[in-house]
């Protein structure tokens, strides 16, 4: 059985046309006067060839491949932000074109590599990803082709950028207690600093703590206060165990889920109920946030709308350096309870 592959001569042939008219209706051009007649015979004998059109000759003819590349510091190999891959190939799909998708672990020298291969290959464009919110800085090896940056910025890089609209999340938690009727002894938990090492903070917690303070300032509330600290389990138990030694939130909105779940602890060792006595919001939406029990009202991260709006906006040719910031939706729970008339005393909002 032969595998040779079958040639638009092929086709040609057994359609009864020259090479070049069946070359004009498979390729759907129409500046060629071709009877519909010989035009249905041409799509008959591809269909009953197996006719297929060799990619590689045509990119070889015009420069484009129809191919992108998608390369990652860590996100392909992450299960918790797998959904942005899954975005960006659905977008990819939806207009026949193939995504090919890289990670470098954060080693330089394995995404210069990467870069050389994915341009070797002729790659149409780049999506330039992070797992989280920062500064980056492209390979310079990217600047003269087309690049949206994905959950990343580069302020000195011309591409447009994806983001998730932290701000904006910021906003709706304090709305949401406010809405509870909140409006005494409101704490933060994580803060701005996440990361130690990083003295201007973290994008995520900057924008998120600015919009809770808008918000909460704007309806003449006052923030009770803001604990930094990193944003894992057993950072959020011990920052808590320390401020319930002198004070007793009404209200905590937390920085992540991983913080969250720390202080569901340490606020079960005083003794303090969610929500009955505190209500609890966060932000991420990770699996954790309906483990928990009372299950954890939290804001989302719109990880498929991320990946999926940055291969869009790659195939629109919309490179210009803008912020496209993408809505983080409230996942409401349990966790959440509206202050009654009685003091002290509050009623869940959700089931258990």
């Known amino acids: 059985m032969s595998s040779r592959r079958v040639t638009m001569a092929d086709v040609a042939r057994r359609a009864g046309v020259s090479r070049t008219a069946a070359s004009f209706v498979l390729s759907g051009r129409t500046d060629m006067r071709i009877a519909e007649a010989t035009q249905k015979r041409i799509h008959q004998a591809a269909r ?58 954060g080693d330089p020298v394995a995404e210069a590599r990467l870069v050389e291969g994915m341009l070797d290959r002729q790659v149409d464009g780049f999506v330039y990803a992070a797992m989280f919110t920062h500064e980056v800085t492209p390979p310079s090896a990217l600047r003269n082709h087309p690049v949206v940056l994905l959950n990343c910025l580069a302020d000195d890089f011309p591409a447009a950028s994806v983001i998730p609209d932290e701000y904006a999340a910021g906003c709706l938690a304090a709305q949401t207690l406010l809405g509870a009727g909140h409006r005494e002894g409101i704490y933060v938990l994580g803060g701005r600093h996440a990361i130690p090492e990083t003295p201007s903070g973290v994008f995520a917690g900057r924008e998120r ?45 937390c920085c992540n889920d991983r913080l969250a779940l720390g202080a569901y602890q340490a606020l079960a060792e005083v003794s303090l109920s969610v929500p009955q006595d505190v209500s609890v919001i966060s932000f991420d939406d990770s ?58 005393s509050q009623q869940a909002v959700r089931e258990r």
Request: hydrophobic share 40%.
């Open 48 to 105: 009953e060839l197996g006719y297929r059109p060799n990619l590689t000759a045509r990119s070889l003819r015009t420069s484009v491949t129809s191919t992108f590349a998608l390369i990652s510091d860590t996100i392909a190999t992450t299960a918790y932000a797998g959904q942005v891959i899954h975005g960006a190939l659905d977008a990819a799909t939806a207009q026949g074109r193939v995504l090919l998708v890289a990670e470098t672990q």
């Open 209 to 253: 703590v600015s919009g809770i303070e808008t918000v909460l300032s704007s309806a003449g509330v006052r923030l009770a206060g803001v604990v930094e600290c990193d944003w894992q389990p057993q950072d959020g138990y011990r920052e808590l165990r320390e401020l319930l030694s002198r004070h007793r939130p009404r209200a905590l909105i």
């Open 287 to 344: 699996d954790l946030a309906s483990w928990l029990r009372p299950r954890l009202t939290s804001i989302a991260l719109p990880h498929y709308d991320l990946g999926r709006r940055a291969v869009e906006l790659l195939l629109s040719d919309q490179l210009a350096p803008v912020r496209h910031r993408i809505p983080m939706p409230l996942r409401l729970r349990a966790s959440v309870a509206p202050i009654t008339s009685a003091p002290g």
